[in-house]
């Protein structure tokens, strides 16, 4: 069976010979060497000073939330995973959704003034699939009412935009490193600020909000990474260039070999270096995704509905929200087969599989 993904396993090796050290010391989490080493090679690899290692790319998106003294309404994105608006009810706050972008499948900009009521605080949008959200226009708004940005960069590790880190834009990004992701520590997440007056109530939320056993500042929560995850960060780390090299090749495959009369990519933001971290195509109808997904099955390939439902349609959320772009495009969407490793001829057979499905229904 091929999957949608597969994860990338460093030298097994080299992952022991940090076990190795970790069993010498018994210095197995709370701020290891390990974890400190591996967040000084990460602020080299981003080029970001303000970014702390952290359990995964859920909790660092409620810490997030809590450093800014968000209450009230967040605007934010359907499209995207459940994590995004999920955090934002954990938190007490009301999700109001915008609508998306047709092209890019980002939160469109151009919707978002009209959400904006006094009870508005924040503006919590995902860079989807990795490629950026309109920065400048929600930047340019967000200052205008006076609002915080937080951006869920879980798909943008290695990306840059406008020469920077896409992980360095709003006041606040956050990354996942589950082993699903493009650079992965087994589970883990990344949060970054633009704003180092925030580092130390960041580097305490993640750590119960207290230093020592004699001051308590905040309620805060445990999001501390392990040595044996920041082990596994250390060893996937340098192998990245290479894992997106790959990835751009596999895309590079697909977009030869499917017949885009009838199929829809993302539109990619320009200025950009990407990190090819998901390839997706919008079928003509949720009907021909069905038959897709039933097609590949049957020749022992995976692929995955992502995003899907659109958030804004989930029943327990607190307020109903119409956003018929998100709704259209998450009923159609699917992930294809993308990781190192896959062959450019399964991806032939792939294409040419969906290509016949299209061209069956469309008849
Ligand atoms: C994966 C993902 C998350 C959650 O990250 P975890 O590390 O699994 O907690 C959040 N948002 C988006 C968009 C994701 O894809």
Redesign the pocket.
Known sequence: MINVTKSFLPDKEEYIGYINQIWDSVHLTNNGPLLQRLEEELRRFTGIDNLYFCS????V?EIALKALNITGEVITTPF??C??SNVIIWNNCVPVFVDIDPDTFNINADLIEAAITPETRAILA?H?YGNPCDVEKIEAIARRHNLKVIY?G??GFGVTYKGRSLLSYGDISTC???A??IFHSV???LISTSHPELNHSLQLLRAFGHKGDEEYFYAGINGKNSEFHAAMGLCNLPHVPEIIRYRRQVFSWYDNNLDWEHLKKPLLAGQMEYNYAYYPVVLPSEDVLHQVQQGLQAIGVGCRRYFHPSLNTLSFMPRHYSCPVSENIASRVVALPLFVGLEEQVVVRISSAINGIIRAAIL
């Open positions: 995964n790319g859920t909790v998106l995207s995973y994590a995004t995902t989807v869920d879980a798909h996942s490193l589950h699903t992701k589970e883990g997440g």
